[in-house]
Structure formats: structure tokens, C-alpha cells
């Protein structure tokens, strides 16, 4: 793990601590984001975005990319600047990468220099990929699909011990709460990007793990060949040969981490055999479209 990551983890885990008390949290946060932003014209735009998904293992990825000496990572590793900082301001983004002056000195020290950000939420967001294409339109696009029913899973899981922000006890109570209640989450955030997404972003795991509508809005806006995808499952088996393809999209010189560590993993009691097959069920024939888009399979259930 190179300096600036240990910084930006080190600064992460002060400010999310739970002993820090929260208006000194607020604080922090306000004073380094003004600071940040007073230098913003000094600051570059990213070379590289991780688009997705959550639980994919997009943190994973990123921390093996922010360890080559090439790349200078970002100040958090989830700008989010695309989904929920959005402001239309060019500034309010850069503030988040590194200045010119670092850039340059990587650059005359390792022959290059590039930064990149990983938001998991920026493929599942109709309105993301105009934003993305306004302000970073030559940015190299990467995107860790994972297998929907694991997925799911995972991320109802996550949600129930990191987060506070789902309620329900059973995997489920929440998979009817979203094929009856928030049936219409999506086609609202289509009709209206300044609808409020926390129920689709938070509750809505089986319409964001419908890979292929996603896939085909990033494709309506950048070429194919400017979005890289890539799965979990492989990147789990076979991460030396998965880092080296995105080594090579993006251009980097040929290095490797000291090891493939996996960041940011949950364990869970094992899944009602009913509920997983029902999963399967529902997943088949979506995942049957993305592998005739594609032109590829993939190893899912």
C-alpha cells in the first residue's frame, strides 16, 4: 500500500470512526472539503472510473490499481461525486483528485501518472453516464459484474450489519417489499433524475442487479471499447491475470502488488435453498439477455 492510500485510509477511518463525536465529524469534514476545494483548479480530472458493482469487488480492484506506482489515487477511494454530490460544478469534482504538482512528480519518476475513482452506484443510474460524459468523456470505463443471485445476497447482508439503513430482518421480507412497493423505482429515476433514489439505490436489489438495461445505457453514450467488463468470480480465481488485462487498458507498465489480498468481504449464514432458487429463477432469463448483448457467458447460477 503506497502513502497517499494509507493517508486517504487513515483520514477514512477518523472521520467514520464511531468515537468521533459528530459535530466534530462535520467539522473535519466541512474544513477539508473547503480546503480541498480552494485548490480545485489546481487538481486534475480522472483517468479512470470503476463504474460498479456493489459487492463486486470494486474495492478490491481499486486497491490493487492505487498500489502501482503509476497511479496516484483519488482522496476516497467512493467520490460519488456523479450520484450524490452532483452539482454541475467542474470544481466540486476535481477536489477530489491530486494536484498538478503530484501528478508531475510521479510522472517524471515512473514515466506516467493517472488517477482514477471507484463508485459502485454509478451503473445502475439512468442520468450517470450523460453526467460522466460532460465532464470526463475520454475517462476509461471499468465495470465487476458479479453473479446477480450472490450479489443480492451480499449486498442485502451489507446493509443489514454496516448500514442502518435496511430494516427488514429476511432476505425475504425484502425481495417482496421490492416487487410490490417499489416495483416502479427505476422508471421514476428515468422520468425524473432529481427524484430522490435512496429506496432504489438502497432497497432495489434485484433491479440493480439486472446487468444488461445498465450496460446498454453506458453503451448509448461511450463506446464499447472505452468500458472495460470484468467479473467477480474471475477476479477472485484468477486476480494476477484480471489485474493485468485492466493493467494493460489502462495503459500502465507492467507491475504487480505483492499480493491479491480481497478487501471489504462479508460473511453470512447460508441462504434459504428456496429464496437462492428463486433468485435463479428470476435471474435466468435477464441474464440471459446480457450474454447475447455481450456475445459472452458467464459462470452464474
Known amino acids: ?16 470512526a464511531e468515537r468521533t463525536p459528530a459535530p466534530l465529524r462535520r467539522t473535519a469534514l466541512s474544513d477539508r472539503d ?26 478490491s480492484l481499486y486497491d490493487y490499481l492505487a498500489q502501482h506506482p503509476q497511479v496516484v489515487p483519488a482522496f476516497e477511494k467512493e467520490v460519488h461525486y456523479f450520484d450524490r454530490r452532483w452539482d ?14 503530484r501528478m508531475h512528480w510521479v510522472e517524471r519518476r515512473h514515466g506516467q501518472a493517472i488517477t482514477g475513482e471507484a463508485s459502485p ?12 460524459q460532460q465532464f ?24 443489514r450489519r454496516r448500514t ?3 430494516p427488514l430482518d429476511t432476505l425475504e421480507e425484502a425481495i417482496e417489499r421490492e416487487l410490490t412497493v417499489l416495483a ?14 435512496f429506496e432504489y439505490a438502497w432497497h432495489c436489489y434485484l433491479t440493480r442487479s439486472i446487468y444488461v438495461d445498465q450496460i446498454r445505457w453506458w453503451h448509448e453514450t461511450f463506446p464499447r471499447e472505452q ?32 499480493e491479491f489480498a480481497r478487501s471489504n468481504t462479508n460473511t453470512y449464514d447460508d441462504v434459504d435453498p428456496a429464496t437462492r432458487q428463486r433468485l435463479v429463477d428470476f435471474f435466468a432469463p435477464h441474464n440471459e439477455r446480457l450474454f447475447e448483448y455481450l456475445g459472452q457467458r458467464f459462470d452464474w447460477s
Not at 1 to 16: C, F, G, L, Q
Not at 88 to 101: H, I, K, Q, V, W
Not at 230 to 257: I, Y
Open 1 to 16: 500500500m503506497n502513502a497517499p492510500t494509507k493517508i486517504r485510509d487513515a483520514v477514512a477511518k477518523t472521520v467514520n
Open 34 to 59: 473547503s480546503l480541498r476545494r480552494s485548490t480545485a483548479r489546481w487538481r486534475v480530472l480522472p483517468d479512470f472510473l470503476i463504474i460498479g458493482v456493489h459487492k463486486g469487488g470494486t474495492t
Open 88 to 101: 454541475g460544478e467542474l470544481d466540486s469534482y476535481r477536489m477530489s483528485f491530486p494536484n498538478t504538482a
Open 121 to 132: 452506484y454509478y451503473i445502475s443510474q439512468p442520468h450517470i453516464p450523460a453526467r460522466v
Open 136 to 159: 470526463v468523456p475520454d475517462a476509461k470505463l471499468i465495470l465487476v459484474l458479479r453473479d446477480p443471485v450472490s450479489r443480492v445476497i451480499s449486498a442485502f447482508h451489507h446493509n
Open 164 to 166: 442502518p439503513n435496511e
Open 184 to 197: 416502479d423505482e427505476q422508471a421514476k429515476l428515468m422520468a425524473d433524475e432529481s427524484h430522490d433514489d
Open 227 to 258: 468500458l472495460m467488463i470484468q467479473t467477480t468470480e474471475r477476479l477472485g480465481s484468477e486476480p494476477e491475470a484480471v489485474f493485468h488485462e485492466v493493467r494493460e487498458f489502462l495503459g500502465l507498465s507492467d507491475w504487480r502488488p505483492p
